[in-house]
Nanobody
Framework: QVQLVESGGGLVQAGGSLRLFCAAS????????MGWFRQAPGKEREFVAA????????NYGDSVQGRFTISRDNANNTLYLQMNRLKPEDTAVYYC?????????????????WGQGTQVTVSS
């Protein structure tokens, strides 16, 4: 069993930055792909970013491309999301997810474990 715990969310002004963390326990992350998703009230869960097992390949949603950076530290079993130039429309609960395969995907249904989420609120 894998437990994922997100942290780092909070309230920030538009144009600011936040760094999200996802700490994993129960299993080494080093051979699994991971992703970040977000969900705003009344909206479907949205793909944000994904990273393959080694960190050598990343993918981003169109709305965050160029502003967000996903990275991982397999030695410390941690996933990161650096969010810069935040906008009010980035406000959502952010979730990290783990996929029990080497390659990442954009589809939430193809991830096997999820964290409980961390709230990010961007004020205008």
């Amino acid at each position: 069993q894998v437990q994922l715990v997100e942290s780092g969310g909070g309230l920030v002004q538009a144009g600011g930055s936040l760094r999200l963390f996802c700490a994993a326990s129960g299993r080494s992350l080093s051979t699994y792909a991971m992703g970040w998703f977000r969900q705003a009230p009344g909206k479907e869960r949205e793909f944000v970013a994904a990273i393959n097992w080694s960190g050598g390949r990343t993918n981003y949603g169109d709305s965050v491309q160029g502003r967000f950076t996903i990275s991982r530290d397999n030695a410390n079993n941690t996933l990161y999301l650096q969010m810069n130039r935040l906008k009010p429309e980035d406000t959502a609960v952010y979730y990290c997810a783990l996929r029990l395969l080497l390659s990442a995907t954009l589809k939430p249904s193809e991830y096997d474990y999820w964290g409980q989420g961390t709230q990010v609120t961007v004020s205008s």
